[in-house]
């Protein structure tokens, strides 16, 4: 035992939990391809198979830049009320959530 192993290994604690925090970690395989199926199929009847608009907005990734994880996986989870965009809440989590956007962002392949 040395002197500095408490810090690191407190650091490294802060670090794992920080991780397990952020909501990409939290989405196993199975449901990122459930997730994948979902965003095509029931998210794809308004914006688009391809996701590039339709009775909802495009959701490419150059016109998403600006707005941030949280606005649109808020977006997600709660809907826009007053438009046809509906809340996902009852099908999804706030992990699910945070991970659609985050593949939106960086453009669902
Ligand atoms: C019934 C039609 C409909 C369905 C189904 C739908 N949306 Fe939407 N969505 C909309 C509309 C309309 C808007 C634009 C709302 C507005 O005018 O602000 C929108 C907006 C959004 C936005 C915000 C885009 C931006 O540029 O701010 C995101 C993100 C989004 N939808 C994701 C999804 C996801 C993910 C799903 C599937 C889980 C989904 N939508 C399913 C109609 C829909």
């Known amino acids: 035992m040395t002197k500095v192993s408490l810090p690191v ?3 490294i ?7 397990m925090n952020t909501s990409i970690a939290d989405v196993s ?6 997730l994948v199926y979902l965003l095509r199929q029931d998210c794809g009847s308004c914006h688009g198979m391809t996701l590039r608009g339709g009775l909802g907005p495009a959701l490419l990734p150059e016109l998403l830049i600006g707005k941030s994880e949280q606005f649109l996986s808020t977006t997600i989870l709660e809907g826009r009320p007053g438009t046809a965009m509906p809340a996902w809440k009852g ?4 992990a699910d959530a945070s991970w659609l956007a ?4 960086r453009g669902v392949q």
């Open 9 to 11: 290994a407190s650091m």
């Open 13 to 19: 604690l802060i670090g794992t939990i920080l991780m």
């Open 29 to 34: 395989v199975a449901r990122q391809t459930e």
């Open 91 to 94: 099908m999804l989590n706030k």
């Open 102 to 105: 985050h593949q939106l962002q």
